[in-house]
């Protein structure tokens, strides 16, 4: 059975760094890419960006591009989602997701992790 | 960058009417959209994808059509269980775009 099973509610200060994690089960992890998605309270989904854990190729979203950052640990079939200094705005439920691509093209993702709340408050 | 504009933001329904939403993209994306449902809580759920074709396991009564740059996501008789927040997507290689979401609520 495919599982993504992602770490626990985190509560931070502004300025702080944090690092939530995505441990993927029941399939090749090095197959498919990973996918991060955002969803700031009551409000719509937004794609942050991918990572191909075979060869960590990384592709961000021109929004989230150098706010976050995306990587992958092959060994332990676990991604990865970082911010080195937290802002209120990033308090979100974060997701993430499995994606197929070829070189030609790439199906959506359709086996999602539960989400992770990241609260940043002083 | 491609935007999607998904209308409307909320719909009133009732159990067994025919319900439609709208994506429109700012340029042809092909056929590159899927369809997601979300209820409150819940991870988000893929029931189409390319346009049209419908994810296993989704039942029938959804369907997708594309139509220039126009996409629609068809539900033929509501059910009490698709009272939710539907997305539209646009994936390319590597990327993607979301429309804003609409909300199906009950009459």
């Known amino acids: 059975e495919v599982q993504l099973v992602q770490s626990g509610a985190e509560v931070k200060k502004p300025g702080e760094s944090l690092k939530i994690s995505c441990k993927a089960s029941?399939?090749?992890?090095?197959?498919?890419?990973i996918g991060w998605v955002r969803q700031m309270p009551g409000k719509g989904l937004e794609w942050m960006g991918v990572i191909s854990p075979g060869d960590s190729d990384t592709r961000y979203s021109p929004s989230f591009q150098g706010q976050v950052t995306i990587s992958a640990d092959k060994s332990i079939s676990t991604a990865f989602l970082q911010w080195r200094s937290l802002k209120a705005s990033d308090t979100a439920m974060y997701y993430c997701a499995r994606q197929y691509c070829s070189s030609a093209s790439c199906y959506p993702p359709s086996y999602w992790g539960q989400g992770t709340l990241v609260t940043v408050s002083s | 960058d491609i935007q999607m504009t998904q209308s409307p933001s909320t719909l009133s329904a009732a159990v067994g009417d025919r319900v439609t939403i709208t994506c429109r993209a700012s340029q042809s994306i092909d056929v590159w959209l899927a369809w997601y449902q979300q209820k409150a809580g819940q991870a988000p759920k893929l029931l189409i994808y390319k346009a049209s074709t419908l994810e296993k396991g989704v039942p029938s009564r959804f369907s997708g059509r594309k139509s220039g740059t126009e996409f629609t996501l068809t539900i033929s008789s509501l059910q009490p269980d698709d009272f939710a927040t539907y997305y539209c997507?646009?994936?390319?290689?590597?990327?993607?775009?979301f429309g804003q979401g609409t909300t199906v609520e009950v009459k």
């Open positions: 029941g399939y090749s992890f090095t197959t498919y890419w």
């Open positions: 997507l646009h994936y390319d290689l590597y990327s993607g775009t």
